[in-house]
Each structure stands twice: as C-alpha cells, then as structure tokens.
C-alpha cells in the first residue's frame, strides 16, 4: 500500500514537472517569434527586449512561484482527495498558460501600439526608407525649381539683349536718317547754288546754249554727288576754251564750298607719259578730285595714253574724278561738226608725234565724253 502511494506521488509530481515544462516551451516559443519577427522588421528592438525580459522575469517569477502540494494520506480516501486536488490543480496550471500567453499577446500588442505612438526621440535610433526618399524629393524639387529659375532668368537677359539691339539700332537709324536727312537738304541747297551761279556764268559767254548748259549741270550734279562710276571729262574747245574753264572752276568752288584752288596743269610737248601719270595720280587722291589740263593737243606720244588709263572705268580704282580738257583752236559751233572736228585735229596732232590709229582712236573714244564748243 505504502509503495501504491509513492508511486502515485511520483506521477503526481511527473505530471506537474511536464506540465511546466510544456508551459515554458510554450513560452519559449512565444518569444522566439516575437524575436525573429522584430529582427526581420528591424523596427521594434526595443519594445522586444523590454518584451523579453519581462517574459524571462514572468518565467522566473513563474518558477520561483511556490507550489500547492497536498499532503500524501495513505488513506483511500485522502487519494480520492489528492486526485480531485490534482486535476484542479492541473487546470489552475492549463488556465495559468492561457492567461499568461493571452498577457503576453496583449503585452506585445500593445507594446507595438506604444511604439507607433512613441516618442520621437526613440525612432533616431530606427533606420527610416522615408528620410533618404524626401531627401532625394527634396533635391529634385530643388533642381526643378533652380532650373525654372535660371530659365526666367535667362529669358529675362535675352530680352534685355533683344530690346537694347533695337534701341541701338532705331537710334542708329534715326541717326543715319537724321544724317541722310541732312546731307540730301545740304546736296539740295548746294545745287540749288550750283544752278544759280551757272545762270550768272552764261551772262560772261554770249555764245553758250541751254544744252550746254544743261550738259555742265548734269556734270557738276553727278561728280558732286559722287554717282558717276567713272571719271568723268568735259572738253571744251574754241580759242576762249582757257577762261571758259578758269571761270568755270569758279563756279565750282562757289557752289560746292570747295576751299582749296582747282589743280591746273599746263601741257606741254615735252610732258612725258611717266609725268603727267603721277600729276593725275595726285589729283584722283586729293580730296577734291578735280583738274583742269590746258593744251591737251600739245602732249605728244606717248603722253596721251596717261589720259586713258584715268578716263578707262575699269583700270582705276578712283571714279570719282572731273577733268576739264581745253582744247585751244576755234571750231563750228553746231555739235556734230564740232565733234568730228574735235577728233580729226587731235588724231593728227597725236599721230604726228608718233602714234598710231589704232593706238589714238581708243583714247579719243574714252576722253570724248562731253564736248562744249565756245
């Protein structure tokens, strides 16, 4: 009988020490969970040691608790007792696991609510995804709007550019056109000048016409406004050939404000060609390019080729020269026959000294552009 009952105190007390155990693996369990998951999130640490160590303080507390042992009777009846006594306690210890993993689970709850509304000191030590995406939002927006800025900016300068080219250039024309305005009023009044002065020349020569008149103005109109596009040359034969000139040239200065005295170059036979070159030479680069050669008929050859390189449009590089030619014999007045007089006589004078036909005819053809018989 003694052993019956030991041996059921033994297994009274095995059931009790497997009973725990189950208890404490099922603990064990629990916060091995919690400590891999808060391991995978990487969010929690913190809560979930406090966690486990109150669960390691429960689990201490849980087997330090004291037992309720029964005492052992021999009797059957204390047996009956012991068993009843038992599995009450068996089911204190089933309710004790439930409620504790129900504590635990609530615990664990609301240690993660406390942690989503915790104090914001604890998250510095929390890695946080958001930090380094508003960080790079935040540099993007930056680049944008730096973009955006340098863009009005850039407008604005070229704007500025655009608007300042056009002040520039209405104020140049304005200029251009007030300086075009001034030169036309000023070329007017000057040829109104020119007009007047010729109408009192004609007074000192009888025998002029209106046509040639007409042809001086129309000669002064184009060398004053410097449009013609090769020398020019005006001769001027009869025996007053000389002061028709002289008094011409007056005219001239007059009428154009010319301060300096008109070049008069006095021909001659012995005029070499390389002489009487670099007297024209003078006078196509002076600033009023203008000339009287008196005694064209007198230059002997080769000389005369000297007048055509400066009356040839195409050999030289200043058009805008007037040359008076006189040529000191009297002729008929009527222009054909004052024309062909004109070229017989210096064909013959050119040819005598040792030209040619066909060197003396171009030359003729180049100087006999306008033609006045006094």
Not at 21 to 32: A, D, K, P, T
Not at 114 to 133: A, G, I, Q, T
Not at 143 to 151: G, P, Q, S
Not at 196 to 224: P, Y
Request: proline letters at 3%.
């Amino acid at each position: 009988m003694a052993k019956e009952s030991v041996s059921f105190v033994v297994n009274i007390i095995d059931t009790d020490l497997r009973v725990s155990f189950s208890c404490i693996m099922e603990l064990h369990e629990i916060l091995e969970k919690k400590t891999l998951s808060s391991s995978s999130l990487l969010l929690y640490w913190r809560p979930a040691a406090l966690h486990s160590t109150s669960s390691s303080t429960d689990l201490s507390h849980m087997s330090n608790r004291p037992r309720r042992r029964r005492a052992v009777s021999s009797s059957p009846a204390y047996n009956r007792d012991a068993i009843e006594s038992n599995v009450e306690y068996q089911s204190e210890d089933s309710d004790c696991s439930t409620s504790s993993e129900a504590a635990e689970t609530s615990e664990y709850r609301t240690d993660v609510r406390n942690e989503e509304h915790s104090d914001p000191d604890d998250k510095l030590f929390l890695p946080r995804k958001n930090v380094v995406h508003d960080i790079v939002h935040a540099g993007r927006n930056n680049a944008i709007w730096n973009r955006r800025l340098w863009r009005k900016i850039n407008s604005i300068l070229l704007t500025v550019l655009i608007m300042t080219a056009l002040l520039c250039i209405i104020n140049l024309y304005q200029s251009n056109l007030g300086d075009n305005q001034h030169d036309t009023e000023l070329a007017r009044t000057r040829l109104l000048a020119f007009e007047k002065h010729l109408s009192e020349f004609a007074t000192h020569f009888e025998n002029v016409t209106k046509e040639e008149l007409g042809v001086i103005f129309h000669v002064g109109r184009q060398w004053f406004l410097m449009r013609q596009k090769r020398p020019v040359v005006l001769i001027v034969a009869g025996n007053e050939s000389e002061r028709f000139v002289r008094v011409l040239s007056e005219v001239f200065r007059s009428s154009f404000q010319i301060p300096s005295p008109i070049v008069d170059l006095d021909l001659s036979s012995e005029l070499v060609r390389s002489e009487l070159h670099g007297n024209l030479d003078r006078v196509v680069h002076s600033t009023v390019p203008l000339a009287i050669l008196d005694g064209v008929e007198h230059l002997g050859w080769d000389a005369p080729l000297a007048l055509h390189a400066f009356a040839d449009d195409s050999s030289t590089a200043h058009p805008h020269t007037l040359l008076f030619l006189t040529v000191r014999k009297s002729f008929q007045r009527s222009a054909k026959e004052c024309e062909r007089s004109v070229m017989e006589y210096l064909s013959e004078r050119w040819i005598g000294t040792g030209g040619s036909t066909d060197n003396v005819t171009p030359i003729l053809s180049r100087i006999m552009q306008f033609l006045i018989c006094v």
